[in-house]
């Protein structure tokens, strides 16, 4: 992978995996890529390199309990909180450089923690991509349409404790070439629905806590993300495409853009991705 | 006791930790609760559960607590940090039973400000003479005005006679029930009940104390200059035999470059 290199940093106790690559020259900003499920940073792999080239230092860390960033021994589900996982990501980028300009860039639920890392980030911020990745408040008032409950019934029996765990360790391979094959996920690989199959389980305590922790999201009022980006395949089909309505509580004059394609929009539209977020 | 002094110093060590690496996370236009998050945030991922006192964070002229009427106005607000504010985080988990409270005081940005380095001055010379007022056998409350002369003398303000009962200090207890959440602010149920139920008045060391030195006491002069308080908060141990000693030497306030980020 180029100049990109695999590292690992001690995040409150716990190891967090993460790839990383330091431009020798001027560094415009900085890129943090957080990925969804069921994925790792790997994913990011492509546009990482591009981003180095053009003079970003790139940043893609797993997410808490994905390949080699640990999982909390005691199951503590406070690690898997947005504050957690954006405190996590504080850390990671401050390692690398407390004044740059930092543009966000997230997908699918990496959306918990990219949402709430640009509310943190505050004038840092350059700006905020979100890839098919809405955050959960916006998934919640979209549940109010009969589409996307049929598209998201899968995080209500994410939440089944014992249920859904014995359930994947028998369906997880079909589960995995599934979802890949519904989201258009371009080349579908044995190994890449094994590596799918084997990660879904990983993302559990991510559902759970974006779930419990949505009544205290309503107790609390949080900042508003100014001008994010969201770009979003019309064919996706796992997420409908939110509306301004849908963004009012979370987002300060959004800018949706749709393209054609599916759930991995930026694997499958690499090059328009990659325009979009140059875009000032 | 050496067992509960070592849980003591655990609890103080994650304290320290926590405001240390906020200081780093902090930027120009974070808001006092913002970054009073990060420090709740920090310490419940590493097992706290509950806290003293929720944390708090101050920034410029609020470190000096100008205008504070009730103790609802220590809570952190929506004030913005700038470059070359003053910053006080305080910060008080209850680790595995153990309470800590622990107070840190540094500059944003790169400006140095005299009368900020003046007043180091005179709370490392607090944090000196400290542990021998505690030896010595004049009683708290003599310590206390000892303390305010001193702060006086040197031309600042006593703003901790701001603080609730106006306290230098206060006992600090293993706590029961430390894995359940405080619930009442800003200060938990675990600290109201450990210093209710040990008759209150003996637990603060303000102006009025009466009442045995022997015990692990957080400490935490406050003085203010024109625009700006600054504190250290550490625990000090007076033991049976009389002997008082801060519980560690490895605090933020001792390394070089203190009050700078």
């Known amino acids: ?107 699918d639920i990496g959306s918990v923690s990219g949402w709430e890392l640009a509310r943190r980030l505050g004038p840092r911020l350059k700006k905020l991509v979100a890839i098919n990745s809405p955050d959960p408040m916006t998934l919640f008032y979209q549940f109010r349409k009969i589409s996307q409950v049929k598209k998201s019934w899968y995080i209500a ?80 089909p796992f997420l ?19 393209l054609e394609g599916g759930h991995w929009l930026f694997l499958e539209k690499e090059d328009d991705v990659f325009r979009l977020i140059q875009k000032n | 006791m050496k067992e509960d002094l070592d849980k003591f110093e655990k609890a103080q060590n994650l304290a320290y930790e926590a405001t240390s690496s906020v200081m780093k996370l902090l930027y120009e236009g974070i808001t006092e609760k913002e970054a009073a998050g990060l420090l709740d945030t920090y310490c419940r991922d590493s097992e706290v559960a509950s806290f003293f006192h929720k944390p708090f964070a101050w920034f410029g002229d609020r470190t000096r607590f100008l205008n504070f009427k009730s103790q609802f106005n220590f809570l952190p607000s929506h004030r913005r940090l700038n470059v070359g504010d003053v910053v006080i985080l305080d910060v008080a988990p209850i680790l595995q039973g153990h309470v800590a409270d622990v ?13 900020v380095i003046k007043a180091k001055k005179l709370l490392l010379k607090l944090r000196k003479d400290l542990p021998g007022m505690f030896m010595s056998s004049i009683s708290t409350k003599e310590i206390w005005e000892k303390v305010d002369d001193e702060i006086k003398e040197n031309g600042f303000d006593n ?39 040990h008759g209150l008045f003996s637990e603060l060391l303000g102006p009025k104390h009466k009442g045995s030195k022997v015990g692990v006491w957080a400490i935490e002069p406050h003085i203010g200059g024109k625009d700006f308080g600054a504190k250290f908060e550490e625990l ?10 801060w519980l560690s030497e490895n605090v933020p306030h001792l390394k070089e470059g203190w009050l700078t980020t």
């Open chain 2, 103 to 115: 107070g840190h005081t540094f500059i944003f940005g790169k400006e140095q400000n005299p009368d």
């Open chain 1, 1 to 107: 992978m180029s100049e990109i290199k695999a590292k690992e940093i001690q995040c409150r106790g716990l190891k967090t995996s993460y790839l990383v690559g330091v431009p020798k020259s001027e560094v415009k900003g900085i890129l943090f890529f957080i990925h969804g499920c069921p994925d790792n940073h790997l994913i990011w792999k492509n546009l990482m390199n591009r981003f180095y080239k053009e003079g970003y230092l790139v940043l893609a860390p797993n997410l808490r309990g994905i390949d080699k960033s640990e999982a909390p021994t005691d199951k503590k589900r406070s690690r898997y909180s947005k504050d957690s996982l954006a405190l996590d990501h504080l850390e990671l980028i401050s390692h690398y450089g407390q004044d740059l300009p930092v543009t966000v860039v997230c997908h």
């Open chain 2, 159 to 197: 703003i901790h006679q701001l603080y609730p009962f106006s306290v230098l200090g206060h006992r600090v207890r293993k706590v029961p029930l430390g894995h359940l959440p405080g619930i009442t602010i800003p200060f938990g149920w675990h600290s109201l009940w450990s210093l209710a139920s």
């Open chain 2, 236 to 245: 000090l141990v007076v033991d049976d035999s009389g002997r008082a000693f």
């Open chain 1, 157 to 236: 029996f994410f939440q089944t404790g014992k249920i859904v765990e014995l359930f994947f360790d028998k369906y997880k391979v079909p589960l995995a070439e599934k979802t890949l094959k519904l989201g258009r996920y371009p080349e579908i690989t044995p190994e890449r629905v094994q590596e799918a199959a084997n990660l879904f389980i990983s993302f559990l305590p991510h559902y759970r806590a974006a779930f419990a922790e949505l009544p205290t999201r309503f107790l609390k009022k949080t900042s508003l993300v100014d001008k994010p980006m969201l770009l979003w395949g019309n064919k996706d």
């Open chain 1, 240 to 258: 409908n495409i939110p509306t301004q309505k849908d963004l009012k509580t979370v987002a300060k004059f959004p800018e949706i853009r749709v």
